[in-house]
């Protein structure tokens, strides 16, 4: 494959291979991907091993667990059934806390993830009755009891306080993702006093925290039960208790990479400092954690960002107290610190730029809802936004054009004119900061995670899309998959500068061994001077019920495996000729099939070339061995050599079994001609006329090309005619019978068949002409015949009238008049 971007840009196929099996005759014995419903537990302590059971369906060719975190160890397999797998697994003492996305690999494809919590405390598991206030069960502080909550189920465990001691409790419900699982948790006395509560909170959405400080020794109780006393047996948690602090948010919310950053944690009822050092690469799901104090069980987010924070510097409520900050892109990070206030910052920007304000509260744990605006010196308002910032709609998010060099004014306040210490935001000021990231597009409705996998047959291959996203950067870029398993190769090279998106086209030896790695695939530019890397970002809907998104994950690493042998191949037959603008050309697909296979194979075509369509699947039907693609190219297609590729789909019994076609090169060529419409041309019913099209040359060609008005039904025929590079028109005659539909025959052209080397070019010109049949005339109606006269009477004189009345008055004008009639 030629490495010119401007020549052999790769196609692309969007559907990914799952999953297959070895062959064999019986199509009972194929299996296919596995499904990954549970583990037990949710989650172990860092530092330790722990057994888990792992459920789902089609696990008993079990392999391997695909771990995306560093630190996670496979230590042994027990016992591999079909709907259940035990083993053991090791922790590094510094996994960070929280949640860790994890996928089952087996002989036959690799599963959906799921998380697995790790957590800074032993596990304990409920245990039944703790239904009852005087009946809880008791445990140690420092503890995460699994546990689970059924329909009015309420559960109450006991601890032991000194006064003074710090009790904190933690709970993981809905973002273990079985169900929208809405806990409630309360810390209470000896006297069934609840001391504090949690329902919901900003940072964890359902799932609560609160902290409670002893007022005097004794035993405390922590109860948690779903919120309207609806549980389930799919209502499972992970309660951390125990002396750590738990911040809501903390201040400033983020920093530039491998800086140093004094961070602020902000507690209900207090707060402490301490420096962090920052990571040195953009991690879009980075948590902070305290290094001085005991860690909570789950981190608070942080940006990661290329460039400065501005802190408020009080007072600054209004526009002449601003605080000065530099210009973008910058971070504009405060505090509303109390109901009614405001915070503006003063920002120098330059004609022309078009910034794009985001802010961070909510998405950060902050109860703020923002309202920002942006204003002149002189105070007029250029923009601003209430809500409006993705799935945490209540951070404000807009752009702004900016009309000349100046100072400008940001303006930040709360929509309910709330505030308190915890009402942190961040403001993103940012117009070119280059970027550039790549991903799989979403192939299903409501599920992110199905076919976001490479899982490569021996012998076999498997595609998938990814769309580039730039900005503000250009040229061409290769990628670079380091770390593949044994026997796998990438067989894309390029990003090229003009493309959207391209296909990554794996390929898995014949002897390679089963295996997987989590590879961080990247695009490095082909420019040195150009330093910028891309980088894949997955992201994935981690909790969902329907349309609604609870939480979400972004990952740069992508599962690639090697999995048993397809029962079938396919391959795209080169075609002979190249597809010509405005023009079609058929594309082959043929299957080769083991012996005893005969299913009939969805194939997909799910990218063309730029300025080609057809159709996105076709089916080899059972027992046959092939299927066309009819591709349509428009008028803007221009000269190039793709690499097209399908993808095959078969649904085996149990599930379903995907192989991909090797790359295949599909010529795209400028046309040889072209030609306007045909004017409107008239015929009456049942006769005949002409048709011709006005012909523009637009490179030779040799020999004669046959042309043919297509469009018309068959009760009108049409002759073809032949061309030459010489020709100036084309003319067809049309013939008619009374069958021909009276009424305008639109959208017609002329395909024109050119001859190359090879075969010939189908053309397409002459698009939008129009025929129009009117009915046949009718004949002129015969003159009328003479009437007959009847012979005349004698002509009578005419009688003299009557003397016509007058009223009484004319009367009397008569006389007055001197004369009488």
């Not at 008993?60 to 059934?81: M, R």
């Not at 075969?759 to 003479?786: E, N």
């Amino acid at each position: 494959m030629s490495a010119d971007p401007m020549r052999i840009p790769m196609s692309s196929i969007r559907t990914i291979l799952l999953g297959t099996t070895v062959f064999a005759t019986s199509l009972s014995l194929f299996a296919s991907y596995p499904e990954f419903s549970a583990t037990k537990p949710n989650g172990g302590q860092r530092g330790t091993e722990v057994k888990l059971t792992l459920n789902g369906s089609r696990l008993e060719d079990f392999e391997s667990l695909i771990f995306f975190s560093p630190g996670f160890t496979q230590k042994s397999v027990e016992k591999a059934e079909k709907n259940k797998v035990d083993l053991t697994i090791a922790i590094a003492p510094d996994v960070p806390p929280g949640n860790h996305l994890m996928r089952i690999r087996t002989k036959t494809g690799i599963s959906h993830p799921r998380q697995f919590f790790v957590g800074i405390f032993p596990n304990v598991e409920e245990k039944e009755p703790n239904s009852e206030f005087e009946t809880p069960q008791v445990i140690q502080m420092n503890q995460t009891v699994e546990g689970v909550v059924t329909n009015e189920d309420v559960d109450y465990y006991k601890v032991p306080l000194k006064k003074g001691q710090r009790l904190s409790v933690e709970v993981d419900g809905l973002r273990l993702g079985y169900t929208v699982f809405d806990p409630f948790l309360a810390i209470i006395d000896k006297e069934r006093f609840e001391k504090v509560i949690s329902d919901d909170t900003i940072l964890h959405r359902q799932d609560g925290y609160c902290s409670y400080v002893a007022e005097e020794d004794g035993d405390y109780t922590v109860m948690i039960r779903e919120s309207s006393y609806r549980g389930s047996g799919n209502s499972f948690y992970r309660l951390h208790v125990g002396s750590y602090r738990r911040p809501d948010v903390v201040y400033p919310a983020g920093g530039k990479i491998g800086s140093k950053t004094k961070v602020r944690f902000i507690e209900k009822d207090g707060a402490f400092e301490e420096e962090s050092q920052l990571p040195s690469e953009i991690d879009p799901g980075y948590m902070i954690y305290s290094k001085s104090q005991e860690p909570a069980p789950s981190g608070n987010p942080f940006r990661l960002v290329t460039f400065d924070n501005a802190l408020e510097m009080e007072p600054n409520d209004e526009q002449a107290k601003a605080s000065p900050a530099a210009g973008e892109p910058i971070a504009l990070n405060g505090i509303i610190e109390k109901p009614g206030d405001v915070d503006y910052f003063k920002v120098v920007l330059k004609k022309g730029m078009t910034l794009e304000v985001q802010t961070f509260a909510q998405s950060l744990g902050s109860p703020l809802d923002s309202v920002v605006n942006v204003y002149n010196e002189k105070g007029g308002s250029l923009s601003g936004n209430d809500d409006g910032g993705g799935r945490r709609r209540l951070d404000s998010k807009f752009k702004v054009s900016i009309p000349a060099d100046g100072n400008y004014f940001v303006r930040v306040a709360d929509h309910l004119e709330r505030g308190g210490p915890n009402y942190v935001y961040r403001l993103e000021l940012v117009a070119a900061v280059p970027e550039l990231y790549f991903a799989s597009p979403q192939f299903t409705v409501n599920d992110t995670h199905y076919r976001q996998f490479i899982a490569v047959p021996k012998g076999g291959r498997y595609a998938t899309l990814v769309n580039i996203s730039r900005v503000n950067v250009g040229g061409d870029f290769k990628f670079d998959a380091t770390g593949l398993p044994q026997g796998v190769k990438l067989l894309t090279e390029m990003a090229p500068k003009d493309l959207g998106n391209v296909p990554l086209l794996f390929e898995a030896a014949p002897d390679a061994p089963l295996g997987h790695q989590t590879v961080p695939l990247k695009l490095n530019a082909v420019d040195p001077n150009t330093k910028i890397t891309g980088k894949l970002r997955q992201e994935f809907d981690i909790v969902r019920n329907g349309n609604v998104v609870y939480y979400t994950e972004v990952e740069d690493k992508l599962p690639v495996a090697v999995i048993d042998e397809a029962p079938y191949s396919l391959s795209i037959e080169k075609p002979p000729v190249a597809l010509v603008a405005n023009g079609v050309l058929d594309l082959k697909v043929t299957a080769k099939r083991k012996e005893g296979f005969k299913n009939a194979i969805r194939v997909f075509m799910i990218w063309k070339s730029p300025g080609v369509s057809c159709l996105g699947e076709q089916t080899i039907a059972e027992g046959q061995n092939e299927c066309y693609f009819n591709l349509d190219a428009n008028g803007a297609v221009t000269d190039g050599k793709w690499n097209y590729t399908v993808m095959g789909e078969v649904d085996a019994g149990n599930g379903r079994i995907y192989n991909a076609s090797p790359f295949t090169e599909v010529t795209t060529t400028t046309a040889f001609l072209t030609a306007p419409a045909i004017p409107l041309v008239a015929v009456e019913q049942g006769k005949e006329t002409i048709m011709t099209a006005k012909l523009e040359h637009l490179k030779p060609f040799e020999g004669k090309a046959k042309a043919a008005v297509l469009g018309v039904p068959d009760t009108i025929q049409i002759e073809p005619a032949e061309i030459t590079k010489d020709s100036k028109e084309v003319s067809f005659k049309v013939k008619t019978t009374d069958k021909s539909p009276v009424g305008k025959q639109g959208n017609l052209f002329v395909r024109v068949d050119v001859p190359v080397a090879g075969g010939t070019t189908a053309h397409r010109i002459a698009l939008g002409s129009i025929l129009r049949i009117d009915a046949p005339r009718k004949a002129a109606p015969a003159p009328a015949a003479a009437p007959v006269v009847a012979a005349a009477k004698p002509k009578e004189e005419p009688k003299p009238a009557a003397p016509k009345a007058l009223s009484r008055l004319e009367q009397l004008r008569q006389e007055a008049s001197g004369g009488k009639k």
